[in-house]
Structures are given as C-alpha cells and as structure tokens.
C-alpha cells in the first residue's frame, strides 16, 4: 500500500520561500510519476507539478514555473516541492499524489495522495 506523507508547510510573507517534503513508502516508485496540487476552499484540485521518478524529468504549471522546483532524493524516497517568490495566491492546501504511466495533469489521473498540508502566504 502506498503512503505519501506531506510536510513543510506553515506561514511565510508574501516574496518568501518554503519547500515541502512528501515520503513515500510502500513500494519501489522508479516507474512513478509523482504530482503536486494545491486546493483553496470552494475551488477544484489544481496541478503545481509533477516529477518523472525515473529521470527527473519535471513538469510545471505557467502559474508557478521559475517560481517552483520540484526535485526527488532516491534514497530517502522523498519528493521535494521548493517554493520562491511566494504570493498570496498560492495559499491553499498543497497535496503530492503518485501515479504510474505518463505525467498526469488532472486529479483523478493519480491512484494515490498525501493528507495535505496548509500553505499561507501573507501579504
């Protein structure tokens, strides 16, 4: 069974930085792709990110790129999500997920998800 385990976030002001961690655990993820989302209440689920295991080949939504890195650590199975630049439109909760295949850009693309974890951005 899959377990993905989100940590890192909290308040920051607005320009500030923050990196999220997600764990991984139960199975080898060499063939996973492994996506970031975030969700502000009322709103639907929305792709951050992804990262191919494999290569490191990473993918990003317009919203957030040259602002965010995502990068992955094969030996502490850990996928990290480096924030910069924060604004206050990117509070919401932010959620790693896993899949395997090709790069996923919509939730239901995704078999497994983290817990979540608040991000706020002060102005």
């Known amino acids: 069974q899959v377990q993905l385990v989100e940590s890192g976030g909290g308040l920051v002001q607005a320009g500030g930085s923050l990196r999220l961690s997600c764990a991984a655990s139960?199975?080898?993820?060499?063939?996973?792709?492994m996506g970031w989302f975030r969700q502000t209440p009322g709103a639907e689920r929305e792709f951050v990110g992804a990262i191919r295991w494999s290569n490191g080949l990473t993918y990003y939504a317009d919203s957030v790129k040259s602002r965010f890195t995502i990068s992955r650590d094969n030996a502490k199975n850990t996928v990290y999500l480096q924030m910069n630049s924060l604004k206050p439109e990117d509070t919401a909760v932010y959620y790693c997920?896993?899949?395997?295949?090709?790069?996923?850009?919509?939730?239901?693309?995704?078999?497994?998800w983290g817990q979540g974890t608040q991000v706020t951005v002060s102005s």
């Open positions: 139960g199975r080898t993820f060499s063939r996973h792709v």
């Open positions: 997920a896993a899949r395997t295949g090709a790069i996923g850009y919509i939730p239901k693309d995704y078999d497994d």
